[in-house]
C-alpha cells in the first residue's frame, strides 16, 4: 500500500512536469526526454547546440521549419499535430544534417536517422501484445552473386519451435535508403504478425526481409557525378543493383532459406512484398520468376511506377505478357496487392492510382488498399502489411492452378 | 525516396579519389566513403557543415580535437595511428555532440553513437569465415519484474537447428550506455562464436545478451540532471537498476530461455560474463546465485573494481564468504576469469590487477588475462570471448564437484 502510494505521487510528480500532457516518444532511447508526443499528436523536438547560429528541423514527410533557441542553449520546436506513425526526421546544426541522440535510430536515407513514433489512437495491432511471439533470427549467407557475406531476417512464427509442420515463406522487402533492419524495427512486422496469427485470421508463416541493396562481385559504378536521377547512366546503375539483387535472392536468398528452415518450397507457398523501391522489386523479381511465387504485393511502390509516370499500363504486354489472358492469370497468381496512402505525394499516388485504373480496364484480379491519411510512411506500410498477410496462403492448394 | 536514391548512387563513384591509401572503414553505411582507415591505422574523418563555426571530433577513448574546414564546406581531421579494433566516436557541431551520418550507428553512451573499425592485422576471428554461421535470434518475453515486455539476443550454435542436443549457456553482458545489440554488432560475439566453434576449440553454447538495464514494475527514476556519475543519488539509481535486473535475469529471463532452447540447465552447464558495468553485474548476479552459474567472467569490470578503489578484496569475507574455503571454491566454480586492457585507464587496470592480487595472496584459482595495446574498447572484449569462451563447459560432470 505505502508503495502504491509512492508510486502514484512519483508518477503524478512526473506528469506535473510536463506541459500540455507531452511524454516522451516510445521511441526514444532509455531516459531520453525528448522528442515529446501529447495527445494531439503534436511533437516538441529538443536539441542542445549552445554555440549554434542556426538550427532547423526536417522531417521528412512533415515540417521542415526552424528551431527557436532558448536560453539554457537548448532548441526547441513544436509540431502542428500529425498523422500517427513513425516520422523519420533530421536536425540541421549550422548546416550539418544529422540525427537526434534522444532517438532511436532507425535506417533510412542511407544513414541512421532518427525519427518520432506518434501513437494510433486505439491501434494495438503492431504493439507487442499478450500473445505468443514469434522470433526474428538474424541469418547470415555467402552469396556467389555478390561474392560477399549478406545477413538477412527471418521471423519464425511463435510454433516454429514446437511443431513439425512446414510453412509458407513472405519475402517482404524495405523501401530505397532502408536495409533489412527496417520491416522490424521500424515496421514491426513481427509484432503485426504474432497479433494476426494470435486471432486466428492470418497463416502462421516464415518472413525473410533481405537487403534490397546488392551488387555484383567485382562491379564498380561509374562516375554518376552530375548525372541527376533519371538519367541513362543513373538507370544503368539502379538497373544493374536491381539485377543483382533479383540474381541474390532467386539463385542464393531462396535455396538458402528453403535448405535452413522448415518451408513450403512450391510457388503456391511463397510471396513478395515490398515498400516503395521494395514494392518495384517486388514487381521484377516476381514477374520474372512466376514459377517462383504466387502472391505479389506492392505497397506504395509497384511496376516501376516512377517510370511509369501517366502512360498507363498495358495488361496484353506488360511483365513478358503474364497477364494477357486475365482467367488464366487469375488462377496462376493467387493474390496481387497494391496499396497507397491517401496523403502520400501526389506522383506516388497517382502512379499506384493508375496501375489500379489500369488492371481493372484490363480485367484483372487484384486488391487495391487505401490508407487513410497516411503519407510515405511506415503507418501506410504496417496497415499494408495488416491488410496483406491474412490473404496469403489461404487458398494454396484448394484453388484449381 | 528520389533523393534517397540519388545520395547511394551518387557517392558510390569516390575510390578514384582516395588518398594515400585511406580506404572507406568497413563500420561504414553503404557507399559512406568517411570515414576512411588506411593502412598505418590513420582514421580520416570528414564531415560537412557549411555554416558551422567551430568543430571538434571526439573519440571516447582517442583524439578529442578540432576539425579543419575545407573550402568545400566539408570539414577534415586525421588521426596518428590507433589501436585495432572499434572506436566510439561523436563530432560536436558548434557545442552540438552528434553522430556521423558515415558510420554506422552503435549504441553506445546512451546513444547511437558513431564508431570506426581499425582493422587489426592477421586477425580474422571475429570476421565471417567461411565456416557453419549461427543463427542470432531476437527474443521477446513478458517480465513480472519490470512489469514490460523486453527482449534479448540469443546467438545458437551452428548445428542447433539439425541436432537434437541440448546446450549449455553463456549470459553475456554489455557495458554500461550499451545494450543488448552490442555484443554481435560492435563486439561480433556470433563470429568470434562460429569461428572458435569450427576450429574445435570451443564446445557449441547457446548465448544470451540481455538489456542490463532494468526498472522494477512502477519505479520512477529521480531526475539526474546535476548529478554526476558516483554520487549517492547516481549510484542509488545505479543500485536500484542493478537489482531489478539480477531478479529479472534469475527469475524471469533464464527459466524463460531453459523453456524455449534446448538448454542443459544446471549450474555445470551455466556461465555469465560481462563487459565493464556488465562485469560488475556478473560477479553480483553469479555469486548471489552460485546455485545458478559455475562460470564466472569479468572482462574490464569485476566485483565493483571502481567502487573498490585501492581497497583490496577480502577473500576470506567477500562474496558472501564463496571464497573462504579456496579449494571448495575451485570445485564449484569451474572458472572465474578477469581481464583487462593494458591501455586501459589506470584506475581500471588497478582495479583489475588489485583484484588479480588479492585472488592470488587468497589462492583462488582464477585466470588473469590482458589484453596487449588495447583501452577500454571493443577489441579488449573481443579477445576477452576468444580467450574465455574455449574455457567454458570443458570439464563440466568431470572433475569432482
Not at 541512421?112 to 501513437?119: C, D, H
Not at 533519371?230 to 536468398?253: H, I
Not at 513478358?320 to 497468381?333: E, N, T
Request: glycine share 10%; hydrophobic share 40%.
Amino acid at each position: 500500500m505505502r508503495f502504491v502510494a509512492v508510486v502514484l505521487l512519483a508518477t503524478s510528480f512526473c506528469f506535473a512536469q510536463e506541459q500540455g500532457g507531452f511524454k516522451p516518444a516510445t521511441s526514444n532511447v532509455l531516459d531520453a526526454q525528448y522528442p515529446k508526443v501529447d495527445s494531439n499528436s503534436r511533437v516538441q523536438i529538443r536539441f542542445k547546440a549552445p554555440d549554434a547560429s542556426k538550427m532547423r528541423v526536417n522531417f521528412w514527410s512533415g515540417p521542415k521549419a526552424d528551431m527557436e533557441k532558448q536560453p539554457d542553449g537548448f532548441w526547441t520546436f513544436t509540431t502542428p499535430p500529425m498523422a500517427p506513425g513513425l516520422h523519420y526526421y533530421t536536425i540541421i546544426v549550422d548546416g550539418a544534417e544529422v540525427s537526434d541522440p534522444g532517438s532511436t535510430a532507425y535506417f533510412g536515407g542511407g544513414k541512421w536517422a532518427s525519427a518520432v513514433e506518434v501513437p494510433e489512437a486505439g491501434a494495438d495491432y503492431y504493439q507487442p501484445e499478450d500473445v505468443p511471439h514469434g522470433q526474428v533470427r538474424q541469418i547470415w549467407y555467402h552469396s556467389s552473386v555478390t561474392g560477399k557475406w549478406r545477413d538477412a531476417f527471418v521471423y519464425l512464427p511463435p510454433d516454429y519451435d514446437t511443431s513439425h509442420a512446414r510453412y509458407p515463406v513472405l519475402y517482404l522487402q524495405h523501401g530505397a535508403g532502408e536495409d533489412e533492419t527496417g520491416w522490424t524495427r521500424q515496421g514491426k512486422a513481427n509484432f503485426i504478425l504474432d497479433n494476426l496469427i494470435a486471432s486466428g485470421s492470418t497463416k502462421p508463416m516464415i518472413i525473410v526481409m533481405a537487403n534490397g541493396y546488392a551488387s555484383r562481385a567485382g562491379y564498380v559504378a561509374p562516375d554518376l557525378t552530375g548525372k541527376p536521377f533519371g538519367s541513362p547512366e543513373f538507370m544503368q546503375v539502379m538497373q544493374e543493383r536491381m539485377g543483382a539483387f533479383e540474381d541474390d535472392m532467386t539463385q542464393v536468398l531462396i535455396p538458402f532459406v528453403d535448405k535452413t528452415f522448415r518451408t513450403l518450397s512450391d510457388r503456391d507457398h511463397r510471396a513478395m512484398a515490398g515498400l516503395s523501391m521494395g514494392g518495384m522489386q517486388t514487381f521484377q523479381v516476381t514477374f520474372d520468376h512466376l514459377d517462383l511465387f504466387s502472391y505479389i504485393g506492392g505497397f506504395s511502390g509497384a511496376a516501376n511506377v516512377f517510370a511509369m509516370g501517366n502512360n498507363k499500363l498495358d495488361t496484353k504486354t506488360a511483365f513478358h505478357g503474364a497477364m494477357a489472358d486475365p482467367a488464366a492469370f487469375a488462377k496462376r497468381v493467387h493474390l496481387l496487392w497494391i496499396g497507397v496512402g491517401t496523403d502520400e505525394p501526389e506522383r506516388m499516388r497517382t502512379g499506384l492510382k493508375n496501375l489500379h485504373a489500369a488492371l481493372d480496364e484490363g480485367k484483372i484480379q487484384h486488391v487495391f488498399y487505401e490508407s487513410p491519411g497516411t503519407n510515405h510512411e511506415w503507418q501506410t506500410w504496417r496497415r499494408d502489411l495488416k491488410d496483406f498477410a491474412p490473404r496469403l496462403f489461404q487458398s494454396a492448394g484448394k484453388q484449381p492452378k
